[in-house]
């Protein structure tokens, strides 16, 4: 019964996580969408009110109201005054009389027309002999012209229910000036952006509903087997928004708490890890672009060589090679140079300044990049800094979209895979997986990058975003420079 208990009680909390992480990827889809929701909102008030307009018809009202008095018309005596049976006989006959076949023929022959272009209903005040009778008609001029002809044949008509009858008018009957169903056009625009409003909840809601991502580790379980080696958390800054060339660095005095801690935490598992297994090279792919996978390995870059580490990065990215411009670099030579011949020792790499860090990027993209990463040189080259260098990180292009990555890992000696909080499809990321499993690098683990702190399973709390800031791409003092003293000169 306990065991029970339990049971009902993880299925409540499992219940309670996945509400909760359909509202985060709602309010995520909507963060990215929120361009569509405008537009249908706007489609629909737009919309609405277009369709009222369209069908809308005019429509005025005449109306009058009065007391029945019940008498002899050959003594001319009525009396006025309330009586309950009167007043039931009213309520009764009064609707019964305006349907009948007899009181709109008489109506059409006072009108002297074939049809009545209008509707007449009647409305007795309960218990009394107090009568409202109204005409609706699309012309303002028939409405009034029908009920001063029904209030003047009524009588005669109703003569053998009620008898003799008169009316007393306490409100008389005016032409009416306008419409009484004239179109409200901030009403329309409410009730139709309210409209456009539900529709785009209802696509948010489909779509985090069957949005298949990998959002946290029980979703990755159904990807692979690897564990995960890090939750690299969300940083948010208004300086992002306004430096678009700067990026996320870990040497930065001002980045969060959070982000250093797990920035450290998985350089430590990844070093153990490679010299569990003898390694040095390792290479860093994802499996679509746009989920920092190069901020991650240049911070990764940084952190190896923070602590004493000969550290060679590689740009690995020809088609782009946008790496170099993360170290405050916008020229320099890369693989492609590297292939054509230039030697390590002749301005190839850069050593950062202050520490053992040194590059190999260029800025050039390269249109071709399989026959270069296929060079026998880079292979020769990799063996060369292996007796150099302590780490070597290679930084790739994403997996699922080109084969560099692939072509890179036979010369690696493990893998890091980074996966984007909610970005790739699932179907997606176990394709990069797979299109990677048969090459000599082994897998090392996988890092959730840019996970929400609400989601964090890690503990890091709060970490002051809103107060951080950066420096010149991010690196402060010292690291968007290099030396002019080059790897090789002076020790060859």
């Not at 993880?10 to 309010?27: G, K, Y």
């Not at 001063?148 to 306490?170: K, S």
């Not at 409200?184 to 309210?194: E, I, V």
């Not at 785009?200 to 779509?207: D, E, F, Q």
Request: proline letters at 4%.
């Amino acid at each position: 019964m306990d065991e029970l208990k339990r049971n009902n009680a993880q299925n409540d909390d499992e219940m309670e996580i996945d509400l909760v992480l359909l509202v985060r990827t709602m309010w995520r889809s909507f963060l990215k969408l929120w361009w569509l929701v405008l537009i249908l909102i706007a489609a629909g008030a737009g919309g609405f009110l277009i369709f009222q307009s369209m069908r809308y018809e005019p429509m005025y009202e005449c109306s009058a109201t009065f007391t029945v008095a019940t008498g002899d018309s050959e003594s001319g005596s009525y009396s006025f005054y309330y009586d309950m049976n009167t007043a039931d006989q009213l309520s009764r006959t009064f609707p019964y009389i305006l349907e009948s076949n007899f009181f709109r023929s008489s109506l059409l022959e006072k009108l002297g027309t074939d049809t009545l272009n209008g509707t007449i209903t009647s409305e007795t005040i309960e218990e009394s002999n107090v009568v409202t009778m109204r005409v609706e008609s699309p012309s303002a001029q028939d409405a009034r012209a029908i009920l001063d002809a029904a209030l003047e044949i009524y009588p005669e008509t109703a003569r053998f229910v009620l008898g003799d009858i008169q009316f007393n008018y306490l409100d008389e009957p005016e032409t009416p000036a306008e419409p009484y169903n004239q179109i409200g056009t901030l009403r329309s625009l409410a009730l139709g952006g309210a409209g456009g409003a539900v529709i785009a909840l209802v696509i948010l809601g489909m779509s985090a509903l069957f949005r298949r991502t990998a959002r946290n580790s029980e979703e990755m379980k159904q990807i692979t087997s690897l564990r995960c080696l890090a939750a690299v958390p969300h940083v948010r800054s208004k300086a992002r928004k306004t430096h678009k060339n700067r990026i996320l660095s870990v040497m930065e005095k001002r980045v969060p708490y959070g982000y250093r801690e797990s920035i450290r935490a998985l350089q430590v598992r990844l070093e153990r890890a490679m010299k569990k297994n003898g390694g040095q090279i390792l290479l860093i792919t994802s499996t679509v672009s746009g989920e920092g996978k190069s901020t991650l390995a240049v911070n990764l870059a940084e952190m190896f060589a923070a602590k004493g580490s000969r550290v060679l990065f590689i740009d690995g990215d020809l088609r782009k090679q946008e790496d170099a411009r993360m170290f405050g670099s916008r020229k320099g030579m890369g693989l492609a140079e590297l292939v054509k011949g230039v030697r390590p020792g002749r301005g190839l790499l850069r050593k950062m300044k202050g520490k053992e860090l040194y590059l190999l990027g260029g800025s050039r993209p390269v249109k071709q990049p399989a026959p270069i990463l296929s060079s026998p040189k880079i292979e020769a080259f990799l063996g060369e800094m292996r007796k150099r260098m302590d780490y070597i990180i290679i930084d790739t292009p994403p997996c699922c979209m080109f084969q560099d990555a692939g072509i890179l890992a036979d010369q690696a000696d493990g893998i890091l895979y980074v996966v984007k909080y909610d970005e790739a499809p699932q179907r997606e990321i176990r394709t990069g997986f797979l299109s990677l499993s048969g090459k000599n690098a082994p897998f090392l683990g996988y890092v959730f990058n840019d996970y929400p702190e609400s989601a964090s399973e890690y503990g890091y709390g709060r970490y002051g975003y809103e107060n951080y800031g950066y420096r010149k791409y991010g690196y402060g003092h010292g690291y968007g420079e290099y030396s002019e003293k080059q790897m090789g000169e002076g020790t060859e």
